[in-house]
């Protein structure tokens, strides 16, 4: 089975401008979560979809979006950049079934985002 | 409300020395509990989780954990590391219904040869 693949994994972008990070989850899995993974911080929780609705959101100011589609790919946007965006955005998807059980994330390699 | 310390931003060891890597949490709720690590320029995988039963779990590349419901802490350990264990590591809770994850903020392991 193919794991989570993240694009791009490189990205520069000034202040200001937008930017918009694609993951898609292993086949099979309806749920992707988005961390935003910084020096000191950790990971910082932004969002969970699962089947293309937004079910779990984390503290980040409304700049920060997403969207899931019928294929569970997902996407993150960000707009209006600010050089503390600058960070490495993992997803991380599941089968993302609540019912008592536990749901094992399985993350992708990253989109490393440098704001300059 | 849930939260992770980890104790310790940087441990560094000497090869085949032994390691431990402190995780406390806070929850009000019982929660599973994770150890994930992430080698330079990947995401993170998982070495072990705690679900319910012994609170003693084994993980991969010969790590292990323990859970301490009164001290709420679930540490880390492995008896021998080795420089291939260079990595950041992160303990993490999951609450027993939803689907998110919380982090603490990493441990920096570095074997010193």
């Known amino acids: 089975k193919a794991g989570v693949t993240q694009t791009p994994r490189y990205l520069i972008k000034t202040r200001g401008q937008q930017v918009t990070l694609s993951c898609s989850p292993i086949s099979g899995h309806r749920s992707v979560s988005w961390y935003q993974q910084t020096p000191g911080q950790g990971l910082q929780f932004l969002f969970e979809?699962?089947?293309?609705?937004?079910?779990n959101k984390g503290n980040f100011p409304g700049r920060f979006s997403g969207r899931q589609f019928s294929n569970s790919r997902s996407e993150m946007n960000v707009s209006t950049l600010e050089l503390g965006d600058s960070a490495l955005y993992l997803c991380?998807?599941?089968?993302?079934?609540?019912?008592?059980?536990?749901?094992?994330?399985?993350f992708g390699p990253g989109t490393r985002l440098t704001v300059l | 409300a849930q939260s992770v310390t980890q104790l310790d931003s940087q441990v560094p060891v000497f090869e085949e020395a032994p390691v431990e890597l402190r995780c406390n949490y806070s929850s009000s709720v019982s929660v599973y509990l994770f150890w994930y690590v992430q080698y330079p320029n990947q995401g993170l995988q998982l070495l072990l989780k705690y679900l319910s039963g012994s609170t003693l779990v084994k993980g991969i590349n010969g790590f292990e954990a323990e859970f301490n419901k009164s001290q709420t802490s679930f540490h880390l350990r492995k008896p021998s590391v080795h420089i291939s264990d260079t990595a950041e590591y992160f303990c993490?809770?999951?609450?027993?219904?939803?689907?998110?994850?919380?982090f603490g903020t990493g441990t920096s392991l570095t074997v010193i040869p």
């Open positions: 979809y699962f089947s293309e609705t937004q079910r």
């Open positions: 991380a998807s599941s089968l993302g079934i609540s019912a008592g059980g536990i749901n094992e994330q399985f």
């Open positions: 993490a809770v999951h609450r027993l219904t939803g689907n998110q994850f919380y």
